[in-house]
């Protein structure tokens, strides 16, 4: 079974859980507008309008043009693959007329990026093409199939997502060697790139800012390039936050060093004050991570170790799922600010994959961790390499 | 200037022209969820839901995360960036009071793909922080802008599509050289992209259907991956369909060689004809090609004489926008069918730059043609080295 095909089960399985009878994904050049449903079930992109229908009582059929059929069915996830030249509507109502849904699931979400395919355009077509018919007033969302199926990681998934922080932290082992002072941002970010390229592997978003690089307080924090002309320094922290896509899955970390003086042993007070808020902080995320737990529980559990420490809260969610994409769907590990939505107030499922992460500046610069973990039945286990241990670099001879 | 600036200016000047008083590009996780807006004028990444707004006075505003601040800056499009943290609302009402615009417009369209990338969920959410406002009721679409955008190619975007086309040339010509009996499709697709990777190029579409390879007649046609069983015999045609990304910017081609028999000098009259008839489409094609035309005129040319010369009508438009996208926006070369919708009915305009392509099938296999073209002040250039020729490989000795 191709990972598409296990998707498709779940989706399938999915259908009935929720009550919902039928799930559309409509869309159109895939390539240049992914979309979830294609990402997670379908596997082929394609170029004209698509229907991609699953029904509760098991059927599956898609409606693509004539030169896509054969990719589609290549898949093996269709019962039905339907080729068409220039007009999609006689097959969807066909379809629907069969099916006679209650109500058609479509993926718009106004929180979730990942169950939020459908552009509007898009939902406008569909008006014109279901126009007259008794199913213009049955479409519906359907954002929780896609937070669930998306989230709810199947077996092939976490072996993939497992892969990729572990080629992560191989990275991560070789960087460090390469770590001393004179170095600047961009060679330690090109240094890893060229090991992204080894390893075969792509960097898991954006490459002029994966990874970010800072060293010590004079860098450009947040999702900016690193610096050709900030050079690691004695004293210093030095903080890189990276990920890589290995087979369509993802791994997210940061990693933080401390570059000893000449005359130091150890890190300051100061330093391993930080680090030492920081892992408690992550640990108490990980202790409220449990199925069933709300997403703002799980952050604010983490937030109030870090305030309670004497640090200022962070600006940003303690946690965000991690799989196809970096920032993945489902429940959102963050404070109730409406940037978040409604992400922040669902529920934590077995088999999600959340990044833990935070950061506090000191006046050596940026000390931040994110750990990549698994929900299992009564809990969450680590798969990244999680140490409470400052992470140290021995002055140069 | 950066190709960001030129087309911001670009866009700048058709606001005026078009008589739209603000353009807003509405986007969040743009690395997941692609806007053309981000991708033309933006040209960085953001994350929580962000804002770009062009004025027709001149002004430019983006509202992005605080974290996403630097790399917008960093692009110098933007006259005003302003960070949050919580809430893009409050300052998204800000700027709109500030330039009260009468109409806003918005990345959706009903027909174009790559003015479409505001997602249905964005738009409801959008409904959301303007409820309560005069601006709610003065939602349009920009899509006549983003068209306009995307189809008058810059001076920077089309040095980069000769380019991808000089790369693309390059591997044909190096491929002509292993194109011999015994040797199958999928071998062919590797040897392409072997070179793709030594020309540090990215395929132009996804990997596994490009290239598309076919020879003889009993291959997968249409959008499918090449065959590891299906091998060149004498006798056939081997049809190939490629395209590369060069500096985001993509080329797009088809060529086709027949492989001589041990016996033949030439290639038989049914195949030669096969390749006069297809030359002389797509040369009616380019003749009707210039600013002005109808989208549906041009494909008509091409349409009217490959069915004089007796064969079928191609179950496709002729040609479609080139440029960031394989498939790109604004007017389409093709038939009116529904599929196609608006884009048809458009206009070509100087700097458009589009494919000519057609096939048809002969009892050797798929003859099929695709060039890459620019429209000019008057008519339009070929950038693709088009030749009537029909391409032959020698039989093997």
Chains 1, 2 share one sequence.
């Not at 896609?146 to 993939?160: F, H, N, P, T, W």
């Not at 002072?181 to 075969?200: K, N, W």
């Not at 640990?283 to 799980?298: H, K, M, Q, T, W």
């Not at 590990?333 to 978040?340: D, K």
Request: negative net charge.
């Amino acid at each position: 079974m191709n990972i598409w095909q296990e998707k498709a089960d779940q989706a399938a399985a999915l259908l009935g859980e929720l009550k919902l009878d039928c799930w559309l994904t409509f869309v159109r050049e895939s390539s240049t507008h992914p979309d979830p449903g294609v990402e997670l079930v379908v596997g082929a992109d394609v170029v004209r309008p698509s229907a991609f229908l699953f029904s509760v009582s098991g059927a599956r059929t898609a409606i693509v043009a004539n030169f896509d059929t054969a990719a589609v069915r290549a898949r093996g996830v269709f019962t039905d693959v339907i080729g068409y030249d220039q007009d999609i509507r006689p097959h969807l109502l066909d379809v629907l007329h069969a099916w006679q849904p209650e109500q058609i699931g479509l993926n718009f979400s106004g929180d979730d990026v990942t169950a939020d395919g459908l552009t509007h355009g898009m939902w406008l077509k569909l008006q014109v093409l279901l126009s007259g018919t008794p199913f213009l007033d049955r479409l519906t969302s359907a954002d929780l199939l896609l937070r669930r199926l998306r989230g709810q990681k199947s077996a092939s998934e976490i072996v993939r997502i497992r892969a990729a922080v572990e080629i992560t932290e191989q990275i991560v082992a070789e960087l460090e060697t390469e770590l001393r002072p004179g170095v600047s941002e961009l060679q330690v970010a090109d240094f890893i790139q060229q090991t992204f390229r080894r390893a075969q592997v792509t960097a898991a978003w954006p490459i002029d800012t994966c990874p970010i690089v800072n060293a010590g307080t004079e860098s450009d924090f947040g999702h900016a390039s690193p610096s050709a002309t900030n050079v690691i320094q004695p004293g210093q922290l030095v903080h890189v936050d990276l990920g890589v896509r290995y087979e369509d899955y993802c791994s997210d970390l940061q990693r933080t060093w401390y570059i000893l003086r000449a005359d130091e042993k150890e890190a300051p007070a100061e330093i391993q004050h930080a680090a030492a808020a920081v892992a408690d902080a992550i640990e108490a995320a990980a202790a409220a991570l449990r199925p069933g737990a709300i997403g703002l529980d799980v952050d604010h559990a983490a937030r109030e170790t870090i305030v309670a420490a004497g640090y200022p809260e962070f600006m940003h969610a303690v946690g965000h799922g991690l799989g196809r994409a970096v920032h993945d769907g489902g429940t959102m590990l963050g404070p109730a600010w409406p940037c978040y939505g409604q992400m922040v107030r669902q529920r934590v499922e077995p088999g999600n994959v959340f990044t833990l992460e935070l950061s506090v500046m000191t006046s050596a610069g940026c000390y931040g961790l994110e750990e990549d973990v698994l929900v299992t039945a009564d809990g969450c286990e680590f798969i990244s390499s999680y140490s409470r241990k400052l992470r140290t670099i021995a002055a140069q001879q």
